[in-house]
């Protein structure tokens, strides 16, 4: 009972941290439905997993943003918010032959390896994965940093062993091209190295002389505040970036500045009903400076922000209340108050909660309103699962032939099956199936059929494009006339 004692008053404190005093005793009520549970349930009770699930009760009931999450599940969380994890660097999912390749990230361990898109993983280590979930191919992937790892692959008719070392992968949040005067900006989410990837960008654009950018935040659930700072100090002229406001005296407010003077730039930003939280923080910021308007559906309304505390273990918890009679169960107030710093097996895990909401530059309140556009224009599709934002037009200058790979090649894909011609997934490989679609679009489109991409079926595709993106994302279509106007 002593190990549940110590859970109990580690719940108590908890519950008394976030939870006003109304006149009840909450640590004699908890202890006793603890108390209850460990009399009455017919089997022993595992004193770490009964604090998980308090702990995840407590916390996860809050709001939709706040929760508890064991070691394991913070590694996963710290993973997809730093956008960086040990692994090959490439993306699986299930098809009828095994696993499919559907991306290999740039400078990943897996293209430095020679994997392509589009190779089928039949084995992993030598064991097959042969009815398995990608998710479970992906775990027999991963492993840690530095170790090897053999795939065999079937790559059309050929089959290869392909060994790839593990490493630290880092993804690029952040793609960028210019077409004509006017550079297009995607940025999927605000992970830990996005400001710095934007900031890589920008600085190339500035460098070709573009002033004019289309900003795509569609689908950006946000990610650091700071990360989306960073990218505002780039493009919104000085002044107010946002504000946060936390009710805990433990927090200080924070406010973020633009210290640009004179932006260049005049933008456009497609922004929709997934665009949530830094996100808006950002699109808000360049909303109010009047430097761009928004283009597309309101955002998402999510206008709060959240923390993240390292929390004891029970027993770490009892050893340093015994030793310096303080009662912390985060990690930081250890360290900021005794200097203490902790073990990784002295933590349990980690909670994340609502600590305070944003505003904008001009005192807006977004969370639950969201921000409307300047310009409101029906939501886009994806014809066959292709964002034709990111479809870049061609630019060969040679014929592609049977056996090219690459970049051209797998813009021609997407363009061939957004247009209903292609029904794999483009995989960058100019193959016989691929050599069949150009064959049919050529005949459809009156161009002498090869099967083989040249000047004039390339310049027919970027006509396509421009088709289809004009019937299927009005609000990309919108952005680049208005800023073309310019």
């Keep these: ?64 943003y706040s929760g508890f999450f064991d070691n394991q599940e913070t590694q996963q969380l710290n993973d997809s918010l730093q956008g960086s994890f040990v692994g090959i660097g490439a993306s699986l999912e299930k098809c009828d032959e095994g696993v499919r390749i559907v991306k290999v990230y740039e400078e990943s361990p897996a293209e430095k390896a020679g994997l392509r898109d589009g190779d089928i993983i039949l084995a992993v280590d030598g064991v097959s994965t042969f009815g398995k979930e990608a998710s479970a191919v992906a ?19 050929e089959k290869l062993d392909i060994t790839v070392r593990r490493d630290q992968v880092t993804l690029n949040p952040v793609s960028w091209r210019i077409e004509g005067d006017v550079a297009y900006i995607y940025i999927e989410s605000f ?18 002389g573009v002033t004019r950018i289309l900003l795509d935040l569609r689908d950006n659930a946000g990610g650091f505040v700071d990360e989306a700072v960073a990218v505002a100090r780039r493009i919104v002229p000085e002044g107010l970036i946002t504000r946060l406001d936390f009710k805990s005296e433990r927090l200080t407010d924070k406010t973020y500045y633009s210290d640009l003077r004179n932006s260049p730039y005049i933008m456009a930003v497609l922004v929709n009903e997934h665009t949530a939280s830094a996100a808006e923080i950002l699109a808000g910021a360049i909303q109010d400076s009047g430097k761009g308007v928004l283009i597309g559906q309101k955002t998402y309304g999510k206008g709060v922000v959240q923390n993240m505390f390292y929390v004891l273990t029970p027993e770490a918890y009892a050893k340093y209340s015994k030793k310096y009679g303080l009662h912390y169960i985060t990690a930081v107030e250890w360290l900021a108050y ?145 800023l073309e106007s310019f």
């Design 139 to 157: 775990s027999e992937i991963r492993g840690e940093k530095g170790t090897r790892v053999t795939l065999t692959i079937q790559r059309q008719s």
């Design 1 to 64: 009972m002593k190990k549940l004692a110590t859970i109990l008053v580690l719940c108590v404190l908890l519950l008394t941290s976030t939870i006003p005093a109304m006149g009840m005793d909450y640590g004699d009520y908890l202890n006793s439905a603890l108390e209850f549970m460990q009399d009455m349930y017919y089997l022993d009770v595992n004193d770490e997993e009964t604090i998980k699930a308090a702990l995840k009760g407590m916390f996860g009931n809050l709001d939709p």
């Design 191 to 208: 992970t830990g190295s996005t400001g710095a990837q934007f900031g890589k960008a920008i600085d190339e654009i500035a460098r070709r």
């Design 338 to 482: 005794q200097g203490l710093f902790l073990e990784p097996d002295e933590l349990l895990g980690t909670i994340k909660i609502t600590t305070g909401h944003y505003l904008t530059r001009n005192g807006r309140t977004i969370h639950g309103v969201g921000l409307a556009p300047d310009i409101e224009i029906a939501a886009r599709n994806l014809p066959n699962g292709i964002d034709l934002a990111l479809v870049t037009p061609l630019g060969n200058t040679e014929t592609l032939t049977p056996g090219a790979y690459g970049h051209d090649v797998y813009q021609a894909e997407k363009i061939l099956r957004a247009a209903g011609y292609f029904e794999s997934s483009p995989d960058r490989m100019m193959d016989q199936e691929t050599q069949e679609a150009v064959r049919r679009f050529q005949a459809e489109n009156q161009i002498p059929v090869s099967g083989n991409i040249d000047i004039q079926t390339r310049d027919k595709f970027n006509e396509c494009l421009n088709t289809l993106r004009a019937e299927h994302d009005p609000a990309f279509t919108r952005g680049l006339y208005l």
